[in-house]
T-cell receptor, first 114, second 114 residues
Framework: KAGVTQTPRYLIKTRGQQVTLSCSPISGHRSVSWYQQTPGQGLQFLFEYFSETQRNKGNFPGRFSGRQFSNSRSEMNVSTLELGDSALYLC?????????????FGSGTRLTVV | AQSVAQPEDQVNVAEGNPLTVKCTYSVSGNPYLFWYVQYPNRGLQFLLKYITGDNLVKGSYGFEAEFNKSQTSFHLKKPSALVSDSALYFCAVRLMEYGNKLVFGAGTILRVKS
């Protein structure tokens, strides 16, 4: 059974550019969440999608957006990149939204903004 | 505020000795608690979770955790540490009423020396 797949693994972008990250959840999983990991702020929740709908959003500026497709694959987009957006972006999938289900994380996309 | 605390930035233990990585939480209602491990340049790997039931939860790779409601703690333990256990460990609480997100502690680096 394939795990959570995130592409690309590494990305280098210039300030002001935009970037799109992709996440393919485990087959059959319908909930996808995104987290940002930085040395200073740790792991922070970005947003959660379930059945193509954003269910919740973390405390991030509007430059951060996402979407989920009918096959549960998800993308997140960051526009007008800033140096502080450099981070490891992690995607996690879960079968449903219930409390009994744990999240399976992907290996992440390492974004470096220069 | 709903939060998770990992009071130790780093824990050092000799191979073969028991290890404990501490976690305390502050949430209203019933907590859903998780432990994840992260190896360098990788995503988070699920170790174990507490939803309800027995206070002693057994997980992957010989790890276990004890839920203590009166002390609001969920410490991770292993009877005999391995050098390969050296990694970054995160405690997290799942907040269903806040959109199903995970709130993570700051993480604890575990170093096991041979």
């Amino acid at each position: 059974k394939a795990g959570v797949t995130q592409t690309p693994r590494y990305l280098i972008k210039t300030r002001g550019q935009q970037v799109t990250l992709s996440c393919s959840p485990i087959s059959g999983h319908r909930s996808v969440s995104w987290y940002q990991q930085t040395p200073g702020q740790g792991l922070q929740f970005l947003f959660e999608y379930f059945s193509e709908t954003q269910r919740n959003k973390g405390n991030f500026p509007g430059r951060f957006s996402g979407r989920q497709f009918s096959n549960s694959r998800s993308e997140m987009n960051v526009s007008t990149l800033e140096l502080g957006d450099s981070a490891l972006y992690l995607c996690a999938s879960s079968p449903y939204r219930g409390e009994n289900y744990g999240y399976t994380f992907g290996s992440g996309t390492r974004l470096t903004v220069v | 505020a709903q939060s998770v605390a990992q009071p130790e930035d780093q824990v050092n233990v000799a191979e073969g000795n028991p290890l404990t990585v501490k976690c305390t939480y502050s949430v209203s209602g019933n907590p859903y608690l998780f432990w994840y491990v992260q190896y360098p340049n990788r995503g988070l790997q699920f170790l174990l979770k507490y939803i309800t039931g027995d206070n002693l939860v057994k997980g992957s790779y010989g790890f276990e955790a004890e839920f203590n409601k009166s002390q609001t703690s969920f410490h991770l333990k292993k009877p005999s540490a391995l050098v390969s256990d050296s990694a970054l460990y995160f405690c997290a609480v799942r907040l269903m009423e806040y959109g199903n997100k995970l709130v993570f502690g700051a993480g604890t680096i575990l170093r096991v020396k041979s």
